[in-house]
């Protein structure tokens, strides 16, 4: 290949990515900094690789830690000229490999990889002697059954193990080292492999078959592991495996990003690669073209504190985006009051024109995700859930997909695509513009949205096409985008990025978490909030509440943030401003029983759910039929106005005033002012003007118009 197609390839990359992309064959560990632009440099090393005549695209296997992942460096390599790449994930790779050499291996067929482990924890821990296991308790020993087969740690070695690194386990070790017993038997009686079983089974192939490794190790001669600092034991096993007595591997990780060490993950290997080859070519990718110079700032602080063994790999990163806002930070009197909060001001982000895939709320863990998901019904803001079913698993998509791959029959190719499958969509019930009620009905309508809008990213294509990509992409588990604000945790957030981002519930207990009990556990949840500043491009805003439901002692913010301005705006000239006291609002109490109310719908209502209902049917009907007409006249979901909970709380408090009004929670400024005087009209009696008949443009800016929707 010539000169000037190698320099091609160099072409806008800054020096330290050109360096790391045209390093000689062998050892390469690439250091690369959160938003360094370490996906390009690995494509484009890859490519250099293909186009200098080292190795072709088949040669090369690029092990990834999700499927997106994956599929978006297959996307960028064909992006590149480049095809043939065997990318996937560790258990993707290995999967393939296993089923082609199960006949030489096992004469006869792979033993059945197992979706869910569930019902064989659940019988091994019967077999073992554990009584009282709930759902919660067999999902608590699964996650530790995962833990210790990732580590390679046999049933016997366990209790030692554990109490070795001082791991909090779930139960019993003596019970936990049973129930594993048990559980590798039931397998085995059954015939069966879980995802440990996968790797450990593909590493012993080539480990005990020399015909399999040399077969293997003929096909791929470059081995290339993103997010090398969150390899486990039992996936080194298997790189060591494939590798052999070979060197030709690239790895690339951000020791300060190692926040998975619950399940195995460890940093070992990135730290320890030059000690394993002395003559490996380190490069250090610092320059952040992701966030603003503050939102780096902020996180050069915090993890410029750290003492963990990472920290001799820390980054220092360096801003190359223009100057944006600095990071606000709030206290709020309780969790609930920082949802509401929350949720106002992604409103007023998506008022200002921002996307609302372009937001994000991150907390520290799923249990929090409730307030958020209520407090962003009750605002009208759609959601995605992080961690929900697989995209294109989930019913909607696989009936839509069905409709359109019937529709090619009768495709004349004359519409343009997006139209064509908004046409076939018909056949499943879906429509652009009947947005139902309910966040899993939004959440579905919108599923098959971002359907639609894949269609007008792909134009050019027919409908046969389309649904040939979609295929790929389901093989690849590459899903679109859904159009709505992000709720994940900060776990689940690794490896994404979004222009505005909440990092919510930053209080001592909470992160870190009062689990939290050794060095090593803290300086990782200091990495945890570090990942999660790491994710915001332009906006970032941090909170905690004082108390969990207004009642209680008062918490403190993180230590993490301790020097930072937590809690304390930052004046232009830099200093903070004193900080100013806050009064914690007293507890919610049932109107009727006086129980603290905690959960954000007893709170709305003013009563527990087991209370029960003082509700004016009459006045609930009206306002039900004023908001219909409201909501149609604003060619908005009737929930935009009004959730149906908010209703019942009106009909059953009957506000008579505007105090009394905004005393229910989630009636905030906006909603007073555009439905604040028809609803006090309502509970009064009184006639209110058709909205058909009124001017719409303040209930057309409360809401937020996307891809010609409301």
């Known amino acids: 290949m010539t000169s000037e197609a190698l320099r091609t390839i160099l072409a806008g990359l800054d020096e330290e990515q050109a360096a790391a992309v045209s390093a000689d064959a062998g ?7 959160a938003g360094t632009g370490k996906t390009r440099a690995v494509t484009h090393r890859i490519a250099y690789r293909v186009r ?14 999700t499927s997106r992942a994956a599929g978006e460096l297959r996307d960028r390599l064909r992006g590149l000229g480049v095809t043939g790449v065997n990318a996937r994930t560790f258990h993707a790779a290995a999967l393939r490999q296993l089923r082609f050499f ?7 067929d792979l033993p059945e990889l197992l979706d869910t482990t569930w019902k064989f924890v659940s019988i091994a821990a019967a077999r073992a002697g554990l009584r009282r296991m709930d759902k919660t308790k067999n999902r608590d020993l699964a996650a530790e059954l995962d833990w210790a087969q990732a580590m390679r740690i046999s049933p016997d070695e366990y209790p030692a193990a554990v109490a070795k690194i001082d791991r909090i386990p779930p139960m019993d070790t003596a019970d936990v080292a049973k129930a594993y017993a048990a559980y590798i038997e039931a397998k085995e009686r059954a015939g069966v492999m879980d995802f440990a079983d996968l790797l450990g089974r593909t590493a012993a192939a080539l480990e005990e078959h020399p015909d399999v490794a040399d077969q293997i190790r003929a096909q791929y001669r470059l081995f290339v592991v993103d997010e090398y600092q969150d390899v486990n034991p039992l996936q080194q096993r298997l790189l060591d495996a494939w590798l052999g007595d070979r060197d030709d591997l690239t790895v690339v990780g951000d020791a300060s990003q190692t926040i998975y060490s619950f399940n195995g993950a460890t940093s070992n290997y990135l730290i320890g690669f030059t000690r394993r080859f002395p003559d490996a070519r380190v490069v250090r990718l610092v320059r952040d073209y992701r966030s603003t110079p503050q939102v780096v700032s902020l996180a050069n602080g915090v993890i410029g504190q750290a003492r ?14 223009p100057p944006g806002p600095e990071p606000r ?5 309780d969790e609930i009051a920082e949802a509401n909060a929350v949720a106002d001001r992604c409103a007023t982000l998506l008022a200002q024109g921002m996307p609302a895939r372009e937001i994000a709320v991150l907390y520290r863990t799923n249990a929090q995700s409730e307030a958020y998901e209520t407090a962003m019904a009750e605002a009208g803001i759609a959601t995605v859930v992080s961690g929900a079913e697989r995209f294109f698993q ?11 791959r019937q529709a090619i029959h009768t495709d004349t190719g004359t519409e343009p695509l997006a139209s064509t499958v908004v046409t076939a969509l018909e056949a499943v019930g879906w429509r652009p513009h009947d947005l139902p009620e309910g966040s899993a009905a939004r959440e579905r309508h919108e599923a098959v949205a971002a359907l639609v809008r894949l269609a007008h990213e792909h134009e050019d294509s027919s409908l046969e096409e389309f649904v040939a990509e979609l295929g790929r992409r389901a093989a690849a588990q590459h899903a679109p985008t859904i159009e709505g604000v992000t709720l994940a945790s900060l776990h689940s957030a690794k490896g994404l990025e979004w222009d505005a981002v909440f990092l919510v519930g930053l209080a001592e207990g909470t992160l870190p978490t009062s689990r939290a009990r050794t060095d090593a556990r803290l300086e990782e949840e200091r990495r945890l909030l570090y990942v999660g500043i790491t994710r915001a491009k332009t906006r970032l805003f941090l909170s905690y509440a004082l108390t969990r439901s207004g009642s209680g002692r008062n918490r403190e913010a993180t230590s993490f943030l301790v020097g930072h301005g937590f809690g304390a705006p930052v004046t232009s000239e830099g200093k903070p401003k004193p900080k100013s006291k806050r009064r914690s609002a007293g507890p919610v109490l049932c109107r009727q029983c006086g129980t603290s109310l905690t959960d954000g719908r007893s709170r709305k209502l003013g009563r527990c759910e087991d209370c029960p209902s003082t509700m004016d049917e009459g006045l609930f009907e009206r306002l039900r039929q004023w908001r219909k007409e409201t909501a149609a006249a604003a060619g908005v979901p009737a929930y935009v106005v009004f959730t149906d909970v908010t209703l019942i709380a009106i009909a059953e408090q009957v506000p008579q005033n505007v105090s009394e009004l905004v005393a229910i929670p989630g009636i905030g400024k906006r909603k007073l002012e555009t439905y604040g005087t028809d609803v006090l009209a309502i509970v009064a009696g009184e006639e ?7 001017d719409l443009s303040s209930i057309r800016l409360h809401n937020v118009h996307t891809n010609g929707r409301y």
């Open 308 to 321: 963990s063994a990472e920290a001799a790999l820390r980054l220092e990163l360096v801003g190359q985006r």
């Open 688 to 694: 209110v003007e058709t909205p058909a008949n009124r």
């Open 27 to 33: 050892p390469v560990c690439i250091l690369a900094g």
């Open 52 to 65: 200098r005549g080292d190795l072709r695209g088949q040669h090369v296997m690029a092990v990834t830690f």
């Open 394 to 404: 989930r019913a909607e998509v696989r009936a839509a997909i069905v409709a359109m």
């Open 329 to 333: 930070f709030d206290t709020y009197p």
């Open 102 to 108: 199960a006949p030489r291996l096992y004469r006869g």
